[in-house]
Every structure is written in structure tokens, then in C-alpha cells.
Nanobody, 125 residues
Framework: QVHLVESGGGLVQAGGSLRLSCAAS????????MAWFRQNPGKERDFVAS????????SYADSAKDRFTISRDNPNNMLFLQMNSLKPDDTAVYYC??????????????????WGQGTQVTVSS
């Protein structure tokens, strides 16, 4: 089992920056791809960004390209999301996710085996 805990959310003005962190514990050696998703009440959980096990391959939703950067620190079992030029539309609960099987697609929610509890990001206009 893998346990994921997000931190770093908060309230920020439009144009500002936040850095989200996700700490993994447990059987972390079983983790392959990791990702960030976000969700607003009554809406579907949306893909934001993902990163391969080695960190060599990343992918982003169109809404995150050129503004967000995903990275991971494997020795310390950490995942990060640097978010710049934040917009009110970025307001959501952000979730860290991890895959326990190699080779799955990066964007579908159902492809991830482990989830954190989420951290709220609120961007004011």
C-alpha cells in the first residue's frame, strides 16, 4: 500500500504562484507514473500533469502548459507541482495520484491506484 499526502495549497491572487507537494510513504518502490488532478464541487476530476517514474517524461493538460511544472524527487519520495501565473479558473482541490502498474495512459482517473486527500487552491481575482 502507498499513502499520499498533499500540502502547499492556499489562497493566492491572480498572477501569483504556489508550489504543491505530495509526500509518498509505504511501498513507494511499487510506484510508476505520478500525476496531479484537480476537481471542483459537482465536476469531474480533471488531469493536470503527469511524470514518469524516472522523471524524464512529463505531460500536461492544455490549461497547465507553459504555466505549471511537475517534478519528482524519488530518493525522498516527493512529487511537486509548481504553479505560476495562476488564474481564478485554477481554483480547485488538487489531488496527487500514483500508478502501481507500468504502461497505463496518463490522463484517465481510473488509471491511478493511489490518491491523496487533496489540497485546496483558491485564486482570487
Amino acid at each position: 500500500q502507498v499513502h499520499l499526502v498533499e500540502s502547499g495549497g492556499g489562497l493566492v491572487q491572480a498572477g501569483g504562484s504556489l508550489r504543491l507537494s505530495c509526500a509518498a510513504s509505504g511501498r513507494t518502490f511499487t510506484i510508476f507514473r505520478m500525476a496531479w488532478f484537480r476537481q471542483n464541487p459537482g465536476k469531474e476530476r480533471d488531469f493536470v500533469a503527469s511524470i514518469s517514474r524516472s522523471g524524464d517524461t512529463t505531460s500536461y493538460a492544455d490549461s497547465a502548459k507553459d504555466r505549471f511544472t511537475i517534478s519528482r524527487d524519488n530518493p525522498n519520495n516527493m512529487l511537486f507541482l509548481q504553479m505560476n501565473s495562476l488564474k481564478p479558473d485554477d481554483t480547485a482541490v488538487y489531488y496527487c495520484a500514483a500508478q502501481a502498474v507500468n504502461g497505463r495512459l496518463s490522463t484517465p482517473v481510473m488509471g491511478y491506484d493511489y490518491w491523496g486527500q487533496g489540497t485546496q487552491v483558491t485564486v482570487s481575482s
